[in-house]
């Protein structure tokens, strides 16, 4: 079962609207749509009722412990209808105006979060893990080669357009030799060497839209 920290939770309820078109019968409306109950709403009330309202004064008035006075006005704080600063919790807008302004922005952001998270692990599941270091030009790739060769052989894969066919291709081998003046190496492959280079690279055979560049471990 998965499992992870909760950093904000909400339980949002459909509820037919009242009848009364008392201000009060409204608002417990809305508190009750938002998932808060009765005692809940009862100190949403008393906080609307006084300047600013501390976990103590709740402790004092309604005989809660700190704890369950922290957690609810954490609660109406994370809903947005209620504001703090320091230690002190007011209300600072009308309830409906504070389920425009603080609530629904709060929604939509976690929504949308979810949706990009989501959307972040389907893509991924299209992809493959290539490794390797990837560049848009052999110039560009050149000093990591050189880095890398100094510890021992390199690979590379190159995507780019046969000089002679102009098809485009995908070469991948080892670097035989690198010439920085050109922009170009030499890749040994299947059935002999190619020499590869960018477009302004002259007597290539290959050049390259793409690279990636890979060390050569012991054991391949």
């Known amino acids: ?119 972040s692990f389907r893509t991924y599941s299209f992809g493959r893990i290539v490794g390797g270091r990837s560049f848009n030009s052999v110039r560009n790739a050149i000093p990591y080669i050189r880095y890398l060769s100094e510890r021992g052989a390199v690979r590379v894969k190159v995507t780019g357009v046969h000089v002679y066919s102009g098809r485009t291709i995908e070469v991948e081998g080892l670097v035989q030799r690198v010439d920085s003046d050109n922009c170009s190496l030499r890749v040994l492959v299947d059935g002999g060497e190619m020499e590869v280079g960018d477009y302004k690279s002259e007597g290539v055979d290959v050049k390259a839209s793409s690279i990636i560049v890979y060390e050569v471990k012991g054991d391949e």
């Open 1 to 119: 079962m998965f499992s992870s920290e909760i950093l904000a939770e909400w339980r949002i309820r459909k509820i037919k609207p009242p009848l009364s078109d008392l201000k009060e019968d409204r608002e417990r409306w809305i508190l009750a749509s938002l998932g808060l109950d009765d005692r809940e709403q009862g100190i949403y009330f008393y906080l609307a009722s006084r300047r600013s309202t501390t976990v103590e004064d709740l402790v004092e008035e309604f005989g809660f412990s700190e704890d369950e006075a922290r957690d609810v006005l954490d609660k109406l704080y994370t809903l947005g209808i209620v504001e703090k600063l320091g230690r002190e919790y007011y209300v600072k807008y009308s309830l409906g105006e504070a389920v425009l302004r603080r609530t629904l922005p709060r929604l939509v952001e976690v929504l949308r979060s979810i949706a990009r998270v989501e959307s």
